[in-house]
Every structure is written in structure tokens, then in C-alpha cells.
């Protein structure tokens, strides 16, 4: 027992985890696209091993929201109504984003915050909602304080033309590259600068993040990627040669090159989800880690458990 004057020894590997703890705590502000995933991250690794530490999410404390709307007429409705009860605050004030609309919302939302990212509770007025959770007026401070986070990188992509001219974009779902004309693409596959396939004959190929697995992907017969796994899926679309090529899958520190032949004759145009780029040469895709964007859910309806049921619907 310490007696008066006396200081209670602490054990080496306490100390160690207090230091750790007070340097979470006290970090600084970044340039915002790690801070929202640092907001929910409270996992401590030192010296007594994995320590789960409780961590307090931007949505127990939150004040202000931004309402955004897909301007449909649905939409618009809701937001007259959310923000007669809950208020609206400027996009950049605000705490959470709540996007009322479609999962083409979602990823238009996603898209105009990804320099400075804030979590984003999705609410379906739209005719496709998988990103979306179910719409009500009622309780929504509450269903902000017990939503689940979902952290998604996205990909970028940097893409060449016949001009020379370098563009660079991101995608939330894939980058694709597809035929312009009525000539099918051909293209090589590098992988870390390595030649994979030399000559792939089809419409197209894309390349997709997990969290845009069950999108475009899925359509084309790609696998459906369970979040948070290190992977990227490269798809082909409408392959004619090879025929039994179906893809690949790749860990998400690699870097894809596509090169197109044959660009004069056969025109193919890129895109990262809705960004276009006419008649590329050649197009690399990696995955932004230094990107973290939050979606929230409601508990039970997490976009993990989503892309793990849409595995099972026929």
C-alpha cells in the first residue's frame, strides 16, 4: 500500500499504453481524409497486446447536419421536413452529412467530400438504395448516435490519351474501360509492371473496390468482394479472347497498367465511376489508401452484412 508521500509504482507496460493513449488523444488535425476514420478507430496495439479502448464517434456528440437531396420530388420533401426538425446546417459546419436520394447520391456525395471527408448517413429516396439506409422522419439523432461505420478507400485512377494529355480521378466503385465504337477493345494487363496477359479481346475491363463489387462488377459476372478484405477485382466485360479468362483477383498495394493497341482503329474510352476520358492509351489504377471515407449505417444493416446477403440472392 502507498503511504503519505509515497508514489505508487506503475508497471512498465501500463505506462506504455498511457503514453499511447495520450498520443491518440492529442493528435492533430490532418489535411481531413484519415481524421474520420481515426474518429472511430480506437484500437491500441503496445505491449499488453490488442487493447480495445472506448472510443467516443463523432455521431455521440454530434450537433449539426447537413442535408443534402437528389432534387427528386421525394427528396425534396424529406429534406423540407428533416431540416424543419432537426435543422440544417452548411455542408462545411456540420458534423454528419445525411443524403437523401439514391445510391447515385451516395456516390455523388462521396465525391464532393473526399478532399475533406465528414461521415455520411444515406436515406433512401431513390429508386436504387444498397447504400442507402431505410427512410424515416422519426428518431434520426438517435439512429446517427448508434450508426456503424463502414471505411472505404477509393481507387484512382491516371489515364493517358493519344494526345499525351495525363488525367487523374478517383472512384468509390471501379474504374472500367470500354470500347467507343463497334470494334472490340484490345488490351494488355500489367500487374506492377509486369505483363499478365498480353492481348485480352473484349469490350472492356473494369477494376473494382469492394465496396463497388455488388455494382457494375456483379453485372459483369465478377466476384463480390466482403469489405474490408485487401483485394481489387479485375473483371473482363463481353471477353472473346481469351474466352475462359473471368479475371482476377489482386491485393489492393498492387498497381494495374491496361494498355490499349491498336488505339487509332480501335478507340477506347476510361471512366472512374461517372468521370469519363475519351480515346486513352493507357490507364494505371492503384487503390488511395491515403483516402478514408465513412459511410454509416443503421446496426444490423451495415454495408458489410449488405454485400455478404447480396451473395446469397439469386
Known amino acids: 500500500m502507498a503511504g503519505p508521500g509515497r508514489r505508487r509504482a506503475i508497471h512498465p507496460r501500463a505506462a506504455a499504453f498511457k503514453r499511447r493513449r495520450a498520443r491518440l488523444r492529442l493528435r492533430p488535425a490532418g489535411d481531413g481524409r484519415k481524421e474520420a476514420a481515426l474518429r472511430f478507430v480506437g484500437l491500441a496495439r503496445g505491449a499488453l497486446g490488442e487493447v480495445h479502448m472506448p472510443v467516443v464517434t463523432p455521431m455521440a456528440r454530434t450537433q449539426t447536419i447537413a442535408f443534402l437531396s437528389s432534387d427528386a420530388k421525394e427528396a425534396n420533401e424529406a429534406l423540407e421536413k428533416l431540416a424543419s426538425l432537426y435543422g440544417n446546417s ?8 445525411v443524403a437523401l436520394g439514391g445510391d447515385g447520391l451516395m456516390l455523388q456525395t462521396l465525391h ?18 444498397f447504400l442507402m439506409n431505410d427512410y424515416s422522419d422519426e428518431g434520426l439523432a438517435e ?13 484512382i485512377m491516371r489515364a ?6 495525363e488525367t ?30 498480353d492481348e485480352l479481346i473484349a469490350d472492356g475491363i473494369l477494376v473494382s473496390t469492394p465496396a463497388g463489387s455488388t455494382a457494375y462488377n456483379l453485372s459483369a459476372n465478377g466476384p463480390i468482394l466482403p469489405l474490408g478484405v485487401p483485394l481489387m477485382a479485375l473483371t473482363p466485360l463481353s471477353p472473346f479472347r481469351p474466352r475462359r479468362w473471368r479475371g482476377a483477383l489482386l491485393r489492393d498495394s498492387q498497381r494495374v497498367t491496361i494498355k490499349v493497341m491498336e ?49 446469397f440472392r439469386y
Do not use: C, W
Open 90 to 97: 452548411p455542408l462545411d459546419k456540420a458534423d454528419v452529412i
Open 112 to 129: 464532393m467530400t473526399i478532399k475533406a471527408p465528414k461521415p455520411i448517413y444515406g436515406m433512401n429516396r431513390g429508386s436504387v438504395g
Open 143 to 155: 439512429r446517427l448516435r448508434v450508426a456503424l461505420p463502414s471505411i472505404i478507400h477509393p481507387l
Open 160 to 165: 493517358r490519351d493519344i494526345h499525351g494529355a
Open 168 to 197: 487523374t480521378a478517383r472512384a468509390i466503385n471501379e474504374v472500367s474501360l470500354l470500347r467507343q465504337t463497334y470494334q472490340a477493345a484490345k488490351l494488355r494487363i500489367e500487374i506492377d509492371g509486369q505483363t499478365q496477359l
Open 263 to 311: 488505339a487509332d482503329k480501335r478507340p477506347v474510352a476510361a471512366a472512374a465511376d461517372h468521370f469519363e476520358i475519351r480515346r486513352v492509351v493507357e490507364v494505371e489504377v492503384a487503390m488511395d489508401k491515403a483516402t478514408s471515407l465513412v459511410l454509416l449505417h443503421d446496426p444490423g444493416h451495415s454495408l458489410d452484412e449488405r454485400i455478404l446477403r447480396e451473395q
